[in-house]
């Protein structure tokens, strides 16, 4: 079992930059992708980032160049920084951890809210 937690959301301005951070507790090193998901009200969520156990990335199009993953060398927490944040990129983020076995695990979400 995995247990994530969010932190970092908030309000920002347009332009403006945020790090989201995702930290997992539990069977880690089962992991085999972590990654960020958003919902905004009244859309249906949608994959933002994801970071495989060997530190592959792959970003979402409307993000790329945009945001970026990283982790340290425990690749735990994982960070999401958000730079160039645009009003469009507000929603609940959450952190979803898809382990080996095929079981994922959700966070409980952090709101982003960027104002134009």
């Known amino acids: 079992q995995v247990q994530l937690v969010e932190s970092g959301g908030g309000l920002v301005q347009a332009g403006g930059s945020l790090r989201l951070s995702c930290a997992a507790s539990?069977?880690?090193?089962?992991?085999?992708?972590l990654a960020w998901y958003r919902q905004a009200p009244g859309k249906q969520r949608e994959l933002v980032a994801t970071?495989?156990?060997?530190?592959?990335?792959h970003y979402a199009d409307s993000v790329k160049g945009r945001f970026i993953l990283s982790r340290d060398n425990a690749k735990n927490p994982v960070y999401l920084q958000m730079n160039s944040l645009k009003p469009e990129d507000t929603a609940v983020y959450y952190c979803?951890?898809?382990?080996?076995?095929?079981?994922?695990?959700w966070g409980q979400g952090t709101q982003v809210t960027v104002s134009s």
């Open positions: 979803n951890a898809l382990l080996r076995s095929g079981f994922q695990y």
């Open positions: 539990g069977s880690i090193f089962s992991i085999n992708v």
């Open positions: 970071i495989t156990s060997g530190g592959s990335t």
